[in-house]
C-alpha cells in the first residue's frame, strides 16, 4: 500500500470552505444578518462554479470523468466486485454529485428571491415578478432541509468509514493523502487553476451586479 496525495489543495480547500459557509449562510439567515447571508450566497457561487470548472479541468481525482461512474459500475460496487481506486468511489461520487447540484440550485434560488415586503431581495430577482420572487424564496428556504439531509448523510458516510473501515477520510481530506496500491498522485496546474479563480470570481461579479455594468 502506498501513501499518496490523492486530493489537490484546491479540491480540498473548496470542500472546507463550503463547510464553513454554508454553516454560516445557516447562521445569518437564522439571526436575521441577510446582507452577510448574501456574501455567504455569493463566496459559495464562486466556490461551486469554481468545482464544477475543476471537476473537468483539474487533477486527475478532481475530475468528474474520473470518479463519476455509470449504473453498471455502480451496480457491481453495491455487489461488491468494484476494484477501488484513488478518490471517491461510485456512491461517495453520486453523493458528490447531489450536493454541488441542490447547493447550486438553493443559490440560484437566492439570487431570484424577494422577501414579503420586497426589502431583502437577491440581485436577479429585478428579472422575475414579485409572485415568481416570492416562490423562489420560499423553495430556497424549503429546500435547505434537503441539503441538511444530504450532509447528513455525507457525513454519516464519513463516520462508517472511520468506525467500520478504519479510515480516516476527514483527515485525509486535510491533508490529501490516502493509502492505496497504485502511485497514481494527483497534479495540480497552476495555469488551469488561476483560470477557474478568475472565471468564477468574474461570474459571481457580474452576477451580484445584475449583469449591470455602469
Known amino acids: 500500500m502506498n501513501r499518496i496525495r490523492v486530493w489537490d489543495v484546491p479540491t480540498r480547500l473548496v470542500h472546507w470552505l463550503m463547510v ?3 454553516a454560516a449562510a445557516w447562521w445569518t439567515a437564522q439571526t ?3 446582507d452577510w447571508h448574501e456574501y455567504c450566497g455569493y463566496a459559495l457561487l464562486g466556490l461551486v462554479s469554481f468545482r464544477v470548472y475543476w471537476g473537468l479541468v483539474g487533477s486527475s481525482t478532481a475530475r468528474f470523468s474520473q470518479f463519476v461512474y455509470g449504473p453498471r459500475t455502480i451496480a457491481s460496487y453495491l ?3 468494484w476494484a477501488p481506486v484513488p478518490g471517491h468511489n461510485p456512491i461517495g461520487a453520486l453523493s458528490i454529485l447531489a450536493l454541488l447540484a441542490l447547493m447550486l440550485t438553493q443559490i440560484v434560488l437566492g439570487l431570484f428571491a424577494v422577501d414579503i415586503d420586497g426589502i431583502e431581495s437577491g440581485p436577479l430577482s429585478t428579472f422575475v415578478s414579485f409572485d415568481a420572487g416570492r416562490v423562489a424564496a420560499q423553495w430556497h428556504d424549503e429546500l435547505f432541509d434537503g441539503l441538511l439531509g444530504l450532509i447528513a448523510l455525507h457525513v454519516a458516510a464519513v ?4 468506525v467500520y473501515k478504519k479510515e ?3 483527515t485525509a481530506m486535510l491533508h490529501g493523502k490516502r493509502e492505496h496500491f497504485q502511485l497514481l498522485p494527483a497534479v495540480t496546474s497552476a495555469t488551469r487553476l488561476l483560470v477557474g ?14 449583469f449591470q455594468f455602469t
Do not use: D, S
Not at 463516520?159 to 472511520?162: I, M, N, P, R, S
Not at 479563480?197 to 445584475?210: G, S
Open 20 to 22: 464553513v459557509l454554508v
Open 32 to 34: 436575521g444578518h441577510m
Open 79 to 81: 455487489r461488491g466486485q
Open 159 to 162: 463516520l462508517f468509514y472511520v
Open 168 to 170: 480516516n477520510l476527514i
Open 197 to 210: 479563480i478568475v472565471l468564477a470570481a468574474a461570474l459571481t461579479w457580474m452576477i451580484a451586479r445584475a
